[in-house]
Protein backbone atom coordinates (compact mmCIF):
# COMPACT_ATOMS: atom_id res chain seq x y z
CA UNK A 1 0.00 0.00 0.00
CA UNK A 2 1.34 3.20 -0.75
CA UNK A 3 1.58 6.48 1.18
CA UNK A 4 -1.46 8.07 -0.83
CA UNK A 5 -3.60 5.36 0.57
CA UNK A 6 -4.16 7.65 4.05
CA UNK A 7 -5.94 10.58 1.86
CA UNK A 8 -8.56 7.70 0.49
CA UNK A 9 -9.84 6.25 3.58
CA UNK A 10 -7.17 3.16 3.19
CA UNK A 11 -7.72 2.67 -0.01
CA UNK A 12 -4.78 2.98 -2.54
CA UNK A 13 -4.71 5.53 -5.26
CA UNK A 14 -5.75 3.85 -8.60
CA UNK A 15 -2.80 5.06 -11.20
CA UNK A 16 -4.20 6.86 -13.98
CA UNK A 17 -3.02 6.30 -17.69
CA UNK A 18 -1.09 3.22 -16.73
CA UNK A 19 -2.01 0.06 -18.71
CA UNK A 20 -4.90 -2.32 -16.71
CA UNK A 21 -4.00 -5.70 -15.19
CA UNK A 22 -7.22 -7.11 -14.67
CA UNK A 23 -5.51 -9.63 -11.76
CA UNK A 24 -3.48 -7.03 -10.23
CA UNK A 25 -6.76 -5.03 -10.15
CA UNK A 26 -8.95 -7.65 -8.65
CA UNK A 27 -6.25 -8.60 -5.84
CA UNK A 28 -6.21 -5.04 -4.60
CA UNK A 29 -9.69 -4.58 -5.31
CA UNK A 30 -10.55 -7.35 -3.19
CA UNK A 31 -9.42 -5.99 0.16
CA UNK A 32 -10.92 -2.80 0.33
CA UNK A 33 -14.21 -1.21 0.28
CA UNK A 34 -17.48 -3.53 -0.58
CA UNK A 35 -16.20 -5.98 -2.86
CA UNK A 36 -13.37 -7.23 0.01
CA UNK A 37 -16.30 -6.73 2.23
CA UNK A 38 -18.69 -9.23 0.40
CA UNK A 39 -15.24 -11.29 -0.35
CA UNK A 40 -15.46 -10.81 -4.00
CA UNK A 41 -12.61 -12.67 -5.79
CA UNK A 42 -10.73 -12.15 -9.43
CA UNK A 43 -10.80 -15.33 -11.39
CA UNK A 44 -9.53 -14.68 -14.93
CA UNK A 45 -9.76 -12.45 -17.82
CA UNK A 46 -9.43 -12.09 -21.76
CA UNK A 47 -9.57 -9.45 -24.12
CA UNK A 48 -13.08 -8.16 -23.91
CA UNK A 49 -14.01 -10.16 -20.81
CA UNK A 50 -13.43 -10.49 -16.89
CA UNK A 51 -14.63 -13.14 -14.36
CA UNK A 52 -14.93 -12.57 -11.11
CA UNK A 53 -16.48 -15.03 -8.28
CA UNK A 54 -18.34 -14.68 -4.95
CA UNK A 55 -18.56 -17.14 -2.20
CA UNK A 56 -21.56 -17.97 -0.76
CA UNK A 57 -21.79 -16.80 2.91
CA UNK A 58 -24.88 -16.85 5.40
CA UNK A 59 -24.38 -13.36 6.50
CA UNK A 60 -25.41 -12.19 1.99
CA UNK A 61 -28.63 -14.36 1.85
CA UNK A 62 -31.36 -12.79 1.02
CA UNK A 63 -33.79 -15.67 1.83
CA UNK A 64 -33.41 -16.93 5.46
CA UNK A 65 -36.18 -20.13 4.76
CA UNK A 66 -34.01 -21.20 1.70
CA UNK A 67 -30.40 -19.68 2.58
CA UNK A 68 -30.37 -18.44 -1.24
CA UNK A 69 -28.00 -15.68 -1.53
CA UNK A 70 -29.25 -11.71 -1.93
CA UNK A 71 -29.77 -10.62 -5.28
CA UNK A 72 -27.59 -7.26 -3.86
CA UNK A 73 -24.00 -9.06 -3.84
CA UNK A 74 -25.15 -10.61 -6.79
CA UNK A 75 -25.32 -7.22 -8.57
CA UNK A 76 -22.61 -5.92 -6.87
CA UNK A 77 -20.18 -8.92 -8.39
CA UNK A 78 -21.77 -8.11 -12.27
CA UNK A 79 -21.15 -4.53 -11.63
CA UNK A 80 -17.37 -4.92 -11.17
CA UNK A 81 -17.24 -7.71 -13.57
CA UNK A 82 -18.56 -5.40 -16.23
CA UNK A 83 -17.00 -2.19 -15.65
CA UNK A 84 -13.29 -4.42 -15.41
CA UNK A 85 -14.19 -5.87 -18.53
CA UNK A 86 -14.16 -2.41 -20.19
CA UNK A 87 -10.52 -1.77 -18.89
CA UNK A 88 -9.77 -5.22 -20.03
CA UNK A 89 -10.71 -4.49 -23.68
CA UNK A 90 -9.54 -0.94 -23.21
CA UNK A 91 -6.00 -2.20 -22.20
CA UNK A 92 -5.85 1.39 -19.60
CA UNK A 93 -7.76 2.48 -16.96
CA UNK A 94 -10.21 4.91 -17.19
CA UNK A 95 -12.71 6.77 -14.49
CA UNK A 96 -16.09 5.49 -15.62
CA UNK A 97 -19.76 5.52 -13.57
CA UNK A 98 -22.79 2.85 -14.12
CA UNK A 99 -25.29 4.79 -16.43
CA UNK A 100 -27.91 1.53 -16.08
CA UNK A 101 -27.78 -2.17 -14.95
CA UNK A 102 -30.53 -4.47 -16.00
CA UNK A 103 -30.51 -7.77 -14.17
CA UNK A 104 -32.65 -10.70 -15.19
CA UNK A 105 -32.85 -12.97 -12.12
CA UNK A 106 -33.56 -16.45 -14.63
CA UNK A 107 -33.40 -18.81 -11.43
CA UNK A 108 -32.63 -19.28 -7.86
CA UNK A 109 -28.98 -19.35 -6.84
CA UNK A 110 -28.25 -22.80 -5.38
CA UNK A 111 -27.60 -21.87 -1.52
CA UNK A 112 -24.15 -22.86 -0.60
CA UNK A 113 -22.48 -22.72 -4.10
CA UNK A 114 -19.76 -19.85 -5.21
CA UNK A 115 -21.66 -17.37 -7.52
CA UNK A 116 -19.69 -16.75 -10.75
CA UNK A 117 -19.77 -13.60 -12.78
CA UNK A 118 -18.51 -13.49 -16.66
CA UNK A 119 -18.88 -10.24 -18.07
CA UNK A 120 -17.88 -8.85 -21.66
CA UNK A 121 -17.61 -5.39 -22.92
CA UNK A 122 -19.23 -6.34 -26.47
CA UNK A 123 -18.99 -1.91 -27.91
CA UNK A 124 -16.96 0.19 -26.52
CA UNK A 125 -17.77 3.87 -28.02
CA UNK A 126 -15.79 7.70 -27.19
CA UNK A 127 -18.32 8.24 -23.95
CA UNK A 128 -19.67 5.04 -23.46
CA UNK A 129 -19.05 1.32 -23.16
CA UNK A 130 -21.79 -1.39 -23.51
CA UNK A 131 -21.28 -4.71 -21.48
CA UNK A 132 -23.17 -7.69 -20.68
CA UNK A 133 -22.74 -10.46 -18.35
CA UNK A 134 -23.78 -13.65 -16.71
CA UNK A 135 -24.10 -15.06 -13.48
CA UNK A 136 -24.17 -18.70 -12.88
CA UNK A 137 -23.18 -21.70 -9.76
CA UNK A 138 -20.53 -23.80 -12.02
CA UNK A 139 -22.46 -24.18 -15.01
CA UNK A 140 -22.74 -21.72 -17.31
CA UNK A 141 -25.22 -22.91 -19.75
CA UNK A 142 -27.53 -23.25 -16.48
CA UNK A 143 -27.38 -19.17 -15.63
CA UNK A 144 -28.35 -17.92 -12.44
CA UNK A 145 -28.85 -13.87 -13.59
CA UNK A 146 -28.13 -11.89 -16.98
CA UNK A 147 -26.92 -8.50 -16.97
CA UNK A 148 -26.92 -5.86 -19.34
CA UNK A 149 -25.81 -2.33 -18.67
CA UNK A 150 -23.83 1.12 -19.91
CA UNK A 151 -20.72 2.51 -18.48
CA UNK A 152 -20.54 6.11 -18.97
CA UNK A 153 -16.41 7.55 -19.30
CA UNK A 154 -16.08 10.84 -17.19
CA UNK A 155 -12.97 12.74 -16.22
CA UNK A 156 -10.72 11.55 -13.53
CA UNK A 157 -11.88 14.99 -11.82
CA UNK A 158 -14.11 14.53 -9.07
CA UNK A 159 -14.25 10.32 -10.17
CA UNK A 160 -12.77 9.72 -6.54
CA UNK A 161 -13.32 11.75 -3.40
CA UNK A 162 -11.91 11.30 0.40
CA UNK A 163 -14.12 9.57 2.21
CA UNK A 164 -16.13 11.82 4.48
CA UNK A 165 -15.42 15.01 2.81
CA UNK A 166 -18.56 16.97 2.89
CA UNK A 167 -20.57 17.53 -0.03
CA UNK B 1 -47.82 1.97 13.21
CA UNK B 2 -44.84 0.91 15.30
CA UNK B 3 -45.99 -2.84 15.17
CA UNK B 4 -45.83 -2.58 11.62
CA UNK B 5 -42.88 -1.32 11.43
CA UNK B 6 -41.52 -3.43 13.97
CA UNK B 7 -43.13 -6.85 12.13
CA UNK B 8 -41.62 -5.37 8.88
CA UNK B 9 -38.31 -4.93 10.18
CA UNK B 10 -38.21 -9.03 11.39
CA UNK B 11 -38.73 -9.38 7.84
CA UNK B 12 -35.56 -7.82 6.59
CA UNK B 13 -33.26 -10.81 5.11
CA UNK B 14 -28.85 -11.37 6.67
CA UNK B 15 -27.75 -9.60 3.74
CA UNK B 16 -29.98 -6.25 4.55
CA UNK B 17 -28.52 -6.52 8.36
CA UNK B 18 -25.23 -7.22 7.66
CA UNK B 19 -24.76 -4.08 5.12
CA UNK B 20 -26.44 -2.10 8.10
CA UNK B 21 -30.10 -1.32 6.35
CA UNK B 22 -33.01 -0.58 8.65
CA UNK B 23 -36.36 -0.04 8.42
CA UNK B 24 -36.85 4.36 9.87
CA UNK B 25 -40.60 4.46 9.86
CA UNK B 26 -43.42 4.51 7.21
CA UNK B 27 -43.34 7.20 4.37
CA UNK B 28 -45.90 7.48 1.75
CA UNK B 29 -47.96 4.12 3.10
CA UNK B 30 -44.02 2.44 2.53
CA UNK B 31 -41.37 1.56 4.97
CA UNK B 32 -38.85 4.54 5.02
CA UNK B 33 -35.09 2.40 4.43
CA UNK B 34 -32.19 3.72 6.15
CA UNK B 35 -28.41 3.04 5.99
CA UNK B 36 -25.47 4.49 7.28
CA UNK B 37 -22.35 4.76 5.59
CA UNK B 38 -19.41 2.48 6.41
CA UNK B 39 -16.46 1.31 4.58
CA UNK B 40 -18.18 -2.12 3.37
CA UNK B 41 -20.34 -0.14 0.96
CA UNK B 42 -17.81 1.88 -0.72
CA UNK B 43 -17.18 1.17 -4.63
CA UNK B 44 -14.77 3.79 -5.94
CA UNK B 45 -13.43 6.18 -3.36
CA UNK B 46 -15.31 8.35 -1.57
CA UNK B 47 -18.53 6.91 -3.20
CA UNK B 48 -21.01 4.09 -2.98
CA UNK B 49 -20.94 0.74 -4.57
CA UNK B 50 -23.05 1.03 -7.37
CA UNK B 51 -24.09 -2.60 -6.20
CA UNK B 52 -24.94 -1.26 -3.04
CA UNK B 53 -27.51 1.16 -4.40
CA UNK B 54 -28.97 -1.59 -6.05
CA UNK B 55 -29.39 -3.81 -3.00
CA UNK B 56 -30.68 -1.07 -1.12
CA UNK B 57 -33.16 -0.18 -4.14
CA UNK B 58 -34.42 -3.85 -4.17
CA UNK B 59 -34.19 -4.31 -0.77
CA UNK B 60 -37.02 -1.20 -0.67
CA UNK B 61 -38.85 -2.87 -3.31
CA UNK B 62 -39.19 -5.94 -1.26
CA UNK B 63 -40.68 -4.78 2.18
CA UNK B 64 -42.34 -2.10 0.19
CA UNK B 65 -44.47 -5.45 -0.93
CA UNK B 66 -44.53 -6.93 1.65
CA UNK B 67 -46.29 -4.04 3.71
CA UNK B 68 -48.62 -3.94 0.83
CA UNK B 69 -49.82 -7.19 0.49
CA UNK B 70 -50.55 -7.07 4.23
CA UNK B 71 -52.13 -10.14 5.91
CA UNK B 72 -51.76 -12.15 2.48
CA UNK B 73 -47.66 -11.75 2.72
CA UNK B 74 -47.68 -14.68 5.72
CA UNK B 75 -49.00 -17.28 2.51
CA UNK B 76 -47.13 -15.67 -0.25
CA UNK B 77 -43.61 -16.32 -1.68
CA UNK B 78 -41.71 -13.31 -3.25
CA UNK B 79 -39.74 -14.35 -6.10
CA UNK B 80 -37.84 -10.86 -7.77
CA UNK B 81 -37.98 -11.57 -11.69
CA UNK B 82 -35.85 -8.75 -12.96
CA UNK B 83 -34.74 -5.21 -11.78
CA UNK B 84 -33.51 -2.40 -14.29
CA UNK B 85 -31.61 0.18 -11.91
CA UNK B 86 -30.96 3.78 -13.20
CA UNK B 87 -27.74 5.58 -11.79
CA UNK B 88 -28.23 9.37 -11.59
CA UNK B 89 -26.24 10.66 -9.06
CA UNK B 90 -23.24 9.23 -7.12
CA UNK B 91 -23.88 8.40 -3.62
CA UNK B 92 -21.54 10.09 -1.67
CA UNK B 93 -20.40 9.00 2.25
CA UNK B 94 -23.51 10.04 4.66
CA UNK B 95 -26.41 8.07 5.54
CA UNK B 96 -28.61 7.16 2.09
CA UNK B 97 -32.51 6.35 2.26
CA UNK B 98 -34.64 4.46 -0.10
CA UNK B 99 -38.41 4.14 -0.35
CA UNK B 100 -40.51 1.56 -2.87
CA UNK B 101 -43.79 2.07 -4.36
CA UNK B 102 -46.07 -0.88 -5.65
CA UNK B 103 -47.52 0.14 -8.69
CA UNK B 104 -49.51 -2.72 -8.94
CA UNK B 105 -49.82 -5.86 -7.40
CA UNK B 106 -51.39 -8.68 -8.81
CA UNK B 107 -52.46 -12.42 -8.66
CA UNK B 108 -49.00 -13.26 -9.89
CA UNK B 109 -46.67 -10.42 -10.57
CA UNK B 110 -45.98 -7.59 -8.87
CA UNK B 111 -44.44 -4.28 -10.42
CA UNK B 112 -42.54 -2.56 -8.18
CA UNK B 113 -40.85 1.01 -8.37
CA UNK B 114 -38.18 2.74 -5.90
CA UNK B 115 -35.60 5.24 -5.38
CA UNK B 116 -32.71 6.17 -3.05
CA UNK B 117 -31.69 9.35 -2.07
CA UNK B 118 -29.33 11.39 0.42
CA UNK B 119 -29.74 15.01 2.56
CA UNK B 120 -32.32 15.99 -0.29
CA UNK B 121 -35.44 13.65 -1.86
CA UNK B 122 -35.57 15.88 -4.53
CA UNK B 123 -32.18 14.71 -5.68
CA UNK B 124 -32.46 11.04 -6.16
CA UNK B 125 -29.09 9.15 -6.50
CA UNK B 126 -30.89 5.76 -8.15
CA UNK B 127 -34.49 4.63 -9.52
CA UNK B 128 -35.47 1.74 -10.10
CA UNK B 129 -38.26 -0.91 -11.69
CA UNK B 130 -38.97 -4.47 -10.75
CA UNK B 131 -41.20 -7.06 -11.36
CA UNK B 132 -41.72 -9.89 -8.74
CA UNK B 133 -43.68 -13.90 -9.60
CA UNK B 134 -45.56 -14.14 -6.30
CA UNK B 135 -46.53 -17.98 -5.35
CA UNK B 136 -48.78 -19.28 -3.02
CA UNK B 137 -46.22 -20.76 -0.18
CA UNK B 138 -45.83 -24.94 0.10
Known sequence: MDSNSEKTGGRPVIPQGLSFDPSQFGKFMMRHGHTGFI??????????????????????????????????????????????????????????????????YVRAATPGKTIIA?????????????????????????????????????????????????? | MIAATNALSERLPPYARSMGMRIDGMLDGSPLLAMDFADRAMGRP????????????EIAAIMALHAELGEEDAR???????????????????????????????????????????????KPLASCWMNFLLKPKG
Open chain 2, 76 to 122: IRIKPVNISVEYLRGGITVETFALGEVIRAGRRIANVRAEAWQADRT
Open chain 1, 39 to 104: GMQYHTHGDNWVELALPWREDLVGDPETGVLASGPIISLLDNATSMSVWALRGGFRPQVTLDLRVD
Open chain 2, 46 to 57: GFLHGGVIAGLL
Open chain 1, 118 to 167: WAECYQLKKSMAFVRGIAHDGDIADPVAHAAGIFIQVEADGWAREPGASA
